[in-house]
């Protein structure tokens, strides 16, 4: 009985609930899209960092990671590599030998990082094969090399073109050696595109003279969810002494830093959009209430006890928070589906503005239910703290006053 009437007495003012509805949707809709912008952009830089660069996991020589010196590499054993396989999420592992050197022409320099790699694996991980725009991609046994198309047109070259490698070798050793091009990679993310030379991992290994050594063991993660579980299941299995375990954002905190500073930021103009959304709120049901004081009076004159009243003013907050909260929720899901498969893409000086920062130039959305449920928990909570009020107003007043109001 108390729900029927307060859901007739929404529509005794239409004008005035469908502006209520109103602003509870478009603060939903706006709340939504906001931070599925921001997880789909956190979820661009990790995926970017991770595939294409340092793994969701690795494995190295303990204590290299301090300073990842070309001096602390570590022997390739495939017992090691059968350990980090055994764990039923790791889906495959390669190795990776990483250092930094000089790229030359005839003309031109570049300081570059080298990164010989098993190029199957590298290929799985990141399915690099795919962002080559010139050339063939690696073979396991390529005596040449494919470089980043920054690179290729700051050094002003192409495929087949010879380019010089000078750098310091395994334990003081000289590394200089020619190389031929054999393609150039569209690197997807900007600061590596305009720097990175890719070679085959013997290749490397002979470049710097260290043979079967390696920088790290790159892990491919079946369930990205579990990281941090296979992380540590992999520390029981490897001697701790001789191995350390990293997930991703071990291996780059100050991502991780920057990810939940601007998170906190983004929630924070939520709460200030929230804020603005519920005085409005307020306001609408202060004034519902005080407009019926007269009729309250007479249903409390008549017997029926304000705890009921109060119910009823509760159902009508939750009625108009429940529309507002459910037809967000209905138009706002496929937005975000139809924005998570069609990204924008940022042109002209604010994308080149990004790829300087080391980010690839566009705006990825997630829809997630994860970012919807918070914000419809949240609206609802609003909705009974804006009542809680114009309850205790009803709780005052006095039945012959109100009548005669």
Known sequence: MITKIAWRNLWRSKRRTITSISSIFFAVILAILMRSLQEGSYGQMIDTAARFYMGYAQVHQEGYWNDKSINKLMED?????????????????????????????????????????????????????QKMVKGTYLSNDSKDIIIGEGLAKYLGISVNDTLALLGQGYHGASAAELYKIQGIIKHPNPQMNNQVVYMSLPNVQYFVSAPNMLNAYILNIKDTRQIDQTVTELRDRLD????????????SPEMVNMINTDREGGKIMIYILYIVIAFGIFSTILMMTIERER?????????MVKSKIYSMLLQESLFIGLIGIVSSIVAGFPIL?????HPIHIDGAKGDAMAKMGMEPI?????????????????????????IYP?????????VEAIHS
């Open 77 to 129: 054993s495939k017992d090691t590599r059968d350990k980090i396989l055994s764990d039923k999420n790791v889906k495959g592992v390669f190795g990776r030998l990483e250092t930094y050197g000089m790229a030359a022409t005839d003309t031109l320099t570049k300081g570059v990082m080298i990164v010989g790699t098993e190029p199957e694996g590298e290929d799985q991980l990141s399915s690099l094969s």
């Open 391 to 399: 309850m205790i107003h009803v709780s005052r007043i006095k039945t």
């Open 363 to 387: 705006l990825r959305f997630t829809a997630s239910l994860d970012i919807i449920w918070p914000q419809a928990l949240l609206m609802a909570f609003i909705m009974i703290v804006c009542t």
């Open 337 to 341: 589906l139809y924005m998570e498969n």
């Open 240 to 251: 701790k002494a001789k191995f350390e375990v990293m997930s991703w954002d071990e291996l």
């Open 295 to 303: 009729e309250f009076g007479i249903l409390t004159a008549v017997g």
